[in-house]
């Protein structure tokens, strides 16, 4: 497949574990973004990489969230101690440059915190 | 106030109804203007995108952009059954961050 993936498809996990969510962008792709989407709500910006580099971390919730992308390839979005209010679809996009025209969407990982 | 303002729906046409599909928001540097559908679990896929003010037409789909007003419209002609998604609209200033409204659940009665 030529698109973007993500695993897990689906996580539950229990109040205060860490889950770790996988995005895998298309092939060459330089630009690769973090959003989440909680139920009926539109898409929240949470992270972007450039190449291996986060220029801008401002959407990230909070300190128990973090990502990093290793070899201009897959990244790995890390929630710790989670909590119910962390449950919501985390999608992840990628794009050939920084262009908002060109970000190509995965299916998300759907977390539900219980 | 949300940067960007979009009625939830949900929104139920007849087939074939010319379908109409709104947006304001507040911030005067967005330039990029985007319409995504999403597919129940699935993620966005980008319909339509303009720079600026003006239309565009892609097929039944057509794209306006009034910035004097802050507003955004989708127009869907001829609406088919498979046009039954939530279809998020979307704006940008700076080409890396985009903010998105909270989508309008569209439904297309046979």
């Known amino acids: 497949g030529a698109g973007v993936s993500q695993s897990p498809s689906n996580k539950v996990t229990e109040k205060g574990k860490d889950v770790e969510l996988r995005c895998d962008p298309i092939?060459?792709?330089?630009?690769l973004y973090w959003y989440r989407q909680r139920l009926g709500q539109g898409l929240e910006f949470l992270i972007y990489f450039q190449g291996n580099s986060a220029p801008d971390k401002s959407g990230l919730p909070s300190d128990r969230f973090s990502a990093e992308r290793t070899g201009e390839s897959v990244s790995t979005l890390t929630i710790q101690r989670t909590q119910q209010e962390d449950s919501a679809v985390y999608l992840c996009?990628?794009?050939?440059?920084?262009?908002?025209?060109?970000?190509?969407f995965g299916p998300g990982t759907r977390l539900t915190v219980l | 106030q949300k940067e960007v303002e979009q009625d939830p729906g949900p929104l139920s046409v007849p087939e074939g109804a010319i379908v109409s599909l709104n947006c304001t928001y507040s911030n005067s540097a967005f330039q990029y203007f985007m319409w995504y559908r999403q597919y129940s679990r699935k993620g966005p896929e980008l319909l339509m995108y303009t720079y600026s003010s003006g239309n565009k037409e892609d097929g039944r789909f057509t794209a306006q952009v009034d910035k004097s007003s802050k507003y955004i419209s989708l127009f869907i002609r001829d609406s088919q059954p498979s046009d039954s998604a939530t279809y998020l609209c979307a704006m940008d200033s700076s080409a890396s961050k985009i903010i998105f409204g909270s989508g309008t659940r569209l439904s297309i009665r046979p």
């Open positions: 092939s060459g792709h330089t630009a």
């Open positions: 996009a990628s794009s050939l440059g920084i262009r908002s025209d060109t970000q190509y």
